[in-house]
C-alpha cells in the first residue's frame, strides 16, 4: 500500500490520489485526463471529428446539383425579378458543382475545367445577398457570408483575408470535405477597392492589400485556417483547406460605377431616329452595360477580376417588384407578420392600398427591398406592443391607420434621397 501512494502519472505528475484512474504501463502511468488530452491531439492531427452527436459530418452535406432550370425555379420562389442575374447565376453553379462531381479519368484527351467565381453588382436592397443564400440552401451545401470591409493586409490591425474559411467550417462544424465544396459570399467587395485608378506606391492596407490578399484562395490553393480566428488564438493549430473548390461569390453596390458606365458608353445619341424612351431607360439602369472594364476603373485590380470571370448585375427595384416582394415570396414579409399575429390568435388584415403606401415609401427613400421591412415594422409596431394579451382576434389595417403610425414613426423624418 506504501508503494501505491507512491504512484504517479508520468505524464503530468499528478500523484494517485488527484486522478480518479491511473493505468499503468511497463515503466509508467498515464491518467485519464492525460489520455483525453491525447485523443484530443490526435484528433487534431488526423482531422477526426468527435463522435458525440453534435458533429456534423458529410453525411449531412450530401450535395443535391440540379439543372439550371430547376436552380431558377427554386430561385423564384425566394426572389423576385432579377431572371438574368438568376439564369447566369444557375449556370456558373450548375457548372461549378458539375466540374466538382465530374469522374476524374486518366487520359491525355482530359480537360479540365476552371472554376467560375461569381461577382455581383447592384443596388443595395435589390437581393444580392438573398441570392446566394437561396442557392446554398437549394445545394445543400456549407455556406458563409463574410464583410470585405473587416478585411486588412496580413499583420495589420484587423482580419486577415483567411478568416472567412474559418466562418465556412464553423458552419460545417470543421467538416473539412464539406467546407471545401461549400460557398463563400463576400459583401460589400467594393468597399476594399484601391483609392485610385493607378497604383498605390504607399500601403493601400484595407483596399489594394485585401485584393492582393484575395487572389490566390480565389483561384484555388491550399490555406492554413485558423479554426478559432487570426490573432486571438495565436497558439491553435492551423487547419489545412483547399480552395479550389470552393465557389466565392462577390457582391456590392459599386455606389457611383454609374457614372463610369456613363463615360465608356454613348448615352447622348442625337437624331430623328433616336428613341428617347429606350434612351431614358437605359440612363436609368445602366449597371445592364456593365462589364469588367468598368470594375477596374472603379478600383477593382485586373487580377482580381480575372479570377472573378462571370459578372452579373441586379436591375433596380420598380414598384411593380416591390409589390410582389411583399405577398409573392415564400417568406414574403405580409407573410411573416400574418404568421406573427397568428400566433397570438389575431387574424391580419392589410388593404391593398396599404401596400401601395409602402412600396411609394420604399421608393420615396430609395431603400430598396431592405426598406420594405422598415416600413412595415413602422406600422404595425403599435398593433404588436398593445395586442398580445388582448382579447382581439382581428387586426385590419387601413390607408388611414398605416398613414397615421408612419407618419409617428422616426422614419417619416428621413430626407428623401
Known sequence: MAKQSHLHCSFCARSRDEVKILIAGQEGHICENCVEHAQEIIAQELNIKPENGNSTGSNNFKLSVRKPAEIKKFLD?????????????AVAVYN????????????????????????????????K?????????????????????????AGYVGEDVESMLTRLLQNCNYDVAAAERGIVYVDELDKIARKGDNP??????????????????LEGTEVLVPPQGGRKHPEQKMIKLD??????????????????????????????????????????????????????????????????????????????T????????????????????????????IDEAVLHFMVSKALEYKLGARGLRSICESI????MFELPGTNETELHITLDYAESMFSKSKMSMLKVA
Open 77 to 89: 420562389e425566394y426572389v423576385i425579378g432579377q431572371d438574368e442575374a438568376k439564369r447566369i447565376l
Open 96 to 127: 461549378h458543382f458539375k466540374r466538382i462531381t465530374q469522374k476524374q479519368q486518366i487520359g491525355i484527351d482530359d480537360v479540365e475545367i476552371e472554376k467560375s467565381n461569381i461577382i455581383m453588382v447592384g443596388e443595395t436592397g435589390t437581393g
Open 129 to 153: 445577398t438573398l441570392l446566394a443564400k437561396s442557392i446554398a440552401r437549394m445545394l445543400n451545401v456549407p455556406f458563409a457570408i463574410v464583410d470585405a470591409t473587416v478585411f486588412t493586409e
Open 200 to 217: 498605390s506606391i504607399t500601403r493601400d492596407v484595407s483596399g489594394e492589400g485585401v485584393q492582393q490578399g484575395l487572389l490566390k484562395m
Open 243 to 320: 480552395t479550389k473548390n470552393i465557389l466565392f461569390i462577390c457582391g456590392g453596390a459599386f455606389d457611383g460605377i454609374d457614372r463610369v458606365i456613363a463615360k465608356r458608353i454613348n448615352t447622348n445619341a442625337i437624331g430623328f431616329n433616336v428613341n428617347k424612351v429606350e434612351q431614358e431607360m437605359q440612363r436609368k439602369n445602366l449597371l445592364q452595360f456593365i462589364n469588367a472594364q468598368d470594375l477596374k476603373g472603379f478600383g477593382l485590380i485586373p487580377e482580381l477580376l480575372g479570377r472573378l470571370p462571370v459578372v452579373t448585375h441586379l436591375n433596380p427595384l420598380d414598384a411593380e
Open 322 to 349: 416591390l409589390r410582389n416582394i411583399l405577398t409573392e415570396p415564400k417568406n414574403s414579409l405580409i407573410k411573416q407578420f400574418t404568421k406573427l399575429f397568428e400566433l397570438e390568435g389575431i387574424a391580419l388584415k
Open 380 to 383: 404595425l409596431t403599435d398593433a
